[in-house]
């Protein structure tokens, strides 16, 4: 009676196992991409020039503070910022759509950040997938889908993205999205 018992749990819990871990990989290395798109171009919309103070301000004995200027554009703090904002960006101004040569899902930029319509969206084909989809299922799904991947993902793995940002490290979206977060598989590793 125990050992089923055990055997009866053994199998429960490897299905629940197999449950958390089926994300949809394409929307979640998707959304990884597009976090570091958007974290990049925040980056660099900032004044090179900006600086900003880091260090200790308390006051040493001979009358100084123990303070150091950065470049606010990796500052710690202006990367804080980006990251509390990002899911937002790409909730709001990234669509899932479907890949012609792979038929795989990706997600694409709508706008292009000076306010032009994205030639990598196929429009057409989006209003196609909006009539056939469920008339059960809401429009804001795919929308809530992307955010939360978007939360996930930032909870997830900050501490990494403020690493590679601070640093300014060469191939930020394959170190995250592929290496850390394994979101992304191998043969993506090139479009990254």
């Known amino acids: 009676m125990c050992r089923n018992l055990l055997v009866l749990l053994s199998i429960a819990f490897a299905c629940i196992q197999v449950a958390i871990s089926a994300k949809d990989l394409d929307l979640y290395c998707g959304t990884c991409k597009a976090i570091v798109s958007e974290i990049e171009h925040g980056v660099g919309q900032v004044d090179p020039k900006k600086k900003i103070d880091v260090g200790s301000f308390r006051v040493a004995p001979d009358g100084k503070t123990r303070t150091v200027q950065k470049s606010y554009a990796r500052s710690e703090t202006h990367l804080t910022e980006l990251l509390e904002n990002v899911c937002n960006e790409v909730s709001e101004n990234y669509v899932e759509s479907k890949d012609a040569n792979t038929g795989k899902m990706q997600l694409k930029r709508m706008v292009t950040h000076d306010g032009k319509m994205s030639g990598d969206v196929d429009f057409q084909q989006l209003m196609e ?64």
Do not use: G, W
């Open 129 to 192: 997938d909006s009539k056939n989809q469920d008339a059960k299922t809401p429009p804001d799904t795919k929308t809530k889908k992307v955010k939360f991947a978007c939360e996930s993902i930032i909870e997830d793995y900050e501490d990494d993205f403020l690493h590679h940002f601070k640093k300014d490290s060469p191939e930020i979206a394959m170190k995250i999205c592929a290496d850390a977060a394994e979101l992304c598989s191998s043969t993506e590793k090139d479009e990254l």
